[in-house]
């Protein structure tokens, strides 16, 4: 396994279990902060990509920061 996958796995369960204990912030589900959040970034936290289609409005496969507040928790 490469390191990189190592460590979004690693991601992925500390992002799940922070999730599951509090209310999903738009940072902490961004992991590579680049501003969007991605289906893989998604992923991570089950609530978000269960919502993450109809959150896209302009469907470009990334939930940006506008499209993220209207998450419903």
Known sequence: MTLSKT???????????????????????????????????????P???AQFYQLDENKNGELSESEFKNFKQ
């Open 7 to 45: 460590l979004l796995m690693t991601t992925s369960l500390f992002i799940s279990a922070f999730a599951l204990a509090s209310d999903v912030q738009f940072s902490s589900v961004d992991t590579n902060k680049d501003g969007v959040i991605s289906q893989t970034e998604a992923k991570a936290v």
């Open 47 to 49: 609530k978000v990509a």
